[in-house]
């Protein structure tokens, strides 16, 4: 495993991070989370993600009971906050109420004392971004946060989150988690540059694109039994991927992995971590073997040829 440094901050992450989101607390029972995180670990994955609206708590709590045989020093640990967590009208969003009381919520159903990154989930237009950072900033005074992220933020709202941290002398963003895979590249025109500039790193979800990226939805094919795209009540997002243009591109894609002698997802985990401004991309699994396939990726670089070849595809 390879690691790259988080932003312009002196932390180490790996190239492959754990998440769990659609996956732990729903499609991914306790016993599993367990096996999952002792063998990330033993891969060399020491970067584990969570958010507290995945299952509503639950992959928190999964995930917090796994992580209690470890040392609290040997991983780096992030959680998030913005989606309702309940029917008040204070049980979403970025305002103190709801970030103070979501931070501890998280702390407590993960059973420790602080988390290495916490994220504004989203941007949140009904918040001062002022209200929001200077309440995170109290977290990382008192120890309970250690780095300020968002996901999903446009460059101008990073911008702007920027410029009231720098105002303010509060903790500025380091990290911001967007969707990114090779048919999702929406960060690239601006995103990126913005984040580049300020040391931010990006920690990317869905880098295989819900699993459309591995290979094994092929066109023509019925859907294999037990996928994800079989259970559209668990994962509705995969079918943005299923067009007939995706699936075209797909066969391609594959073909050029079996020329390199390489799996299709070590193949597009490779194309995304070709990016400096990547820090990690981060896994959903739901199977060892799965994750086992995924860190292959780490390490391994694509010549100018290669990602021309992916571009021409793309295209």
Same mark, same amino acid.
């Given at each position: 495993m ?5 932003g312009? @901050?002196?932390l180490?992450?790996?190239? !492959?991070s754990?998440? /769990? +989101?659609?996956?732990?607390?729903? #499609?991914?029972?306790?016993?599993t ?9 033993e *891969? =060399? !994955?020491?970067f584990?993600? $969570? ?6 708590g639950?992959?928190?709590?999964? *995930?917090?009971?796994?992580l ?5 020093? /040997? ?5 998030k906050a913005?989606?309702?967590m309940?029917?008040?009208p204070?049980?979403k969003?970025?305002s ?5 009381e979501q931070?501890h ?7 420790t004392?602080?988390? &290495? ?6 941007y949140d237009?009904?918040t ?6 200077? $309440?995170?900033? &109290? ?14 933020? @446009?460059?101008?709202q !990073? ?10 002398l ?15 590249? =929406?960060?690239e025109s601006?995103?990126?540059p913005? /984040? ?11 880098p295989?694109?819900?699993g459309?990226? $591995?290979?094994k939805?092929r066109? =023509? ?5 037990g #996928?994800?795209?079989n259970?559209p $009540?668990?994962?509705? +997002?995969?079918?943005?991927f299923l067009?007939?243009?995706?699936m075209d591109k797909?066969e391609?894609l ?7 002698g390489?799996s299709?997802? @070590? *193949?597009?985990l490779?194309? !995304? *971590?070709?990016? /400096?401004n990547?820090?990690?991309a981060?896994v959903?699994? @739901? ?10 990726a ?6 100018a040829?290669t990602?021309?070849k992916i571009? &021409?595809?793309?295209a």
């Amino acid at each position: 495993m390879k690691y790259r440094k988080l932003g312009r @901050t002196g932390l180490q992450v790996s190239e !492959i991070s754990l998440g /769990s +989101w659609l996956t732990y607390g729903n #499609s991914v029972a306790e016993e599993t989370v367990a096996k999952l995180t002792k063998r990330a670990f033993e *891969l =060399g !994955i020491n970067f584990l993600d $969570t958010a507290n609206v995945y299952a509503q708590g639950e992959a928190e709590i999964l *995930l917090g009971k796994a992580l209690k045989s470890y040392k609290r020093d /040997s991983y780096v640990l992030a959680t998030k906050a913005f989606w309702p967590m309940g029917e008040g009208p204070n049980d979403k969003g970025l305002s103190r109420k709801h970030v103070f009381e979501q931070i501890h919520a998280s702390l407590k159903r993960l059973q420790t004392d602080y988390v &290495d990154i916490f994220y504004c989930h989203r941007y949140d237009p009904e918040t001062p971004v002022d209200e929001t950072l200077r $309440t995170i900033e &109290d977290m990382v005074r008192q120890g309970k946060v250690l780095y300020v992220g968002v996901s999903e933020w @446009t460059a101008a709202q !990073i911008q702007e989150g920027l410029g009231v941290a720098d105002k303010y002398l509060l903790d500025r963003i380091v990290v911001n988690q967007p969707q990114y895979n090779m048919f999702y590249r =929406g960060i690239e025109s601006e995103v990126i540059p913005v /984040s580049e500039k300020n040391g931010i790193s990006q920690v990317v979800f869905s880098p295989l694109a819900q699993g459309v990226l $591995t290979g094994k939805y092929r066109k =023509g094919q019925q859907l294999p039994e037990g #996928s994800r795209a079989n259970d559209p $009540t668990a994962n509705a +997002w995969i079918f943005n991927f299923l067009s007939e243009g995706h699936m075209d591109k797909v066969e391609q894609l594959i073909g050029l992995a079996n020329e390199l002698g390489m799996s299709m997802s @070590t *193949l597009a985990l490779a194309w !995304i *971590l070709r990016q /400096s401004n990547v820090a990690s991309a981060l896994v959903g699994a @739901t199977r060892i073997d799965q994750l086992e396939e995924n860190v292959k990726a780490s390490g391994v670089v694509l010549d100018a040829e290669t990602v021309q070849k992916i571009e &021409d595809i793309l295209a």
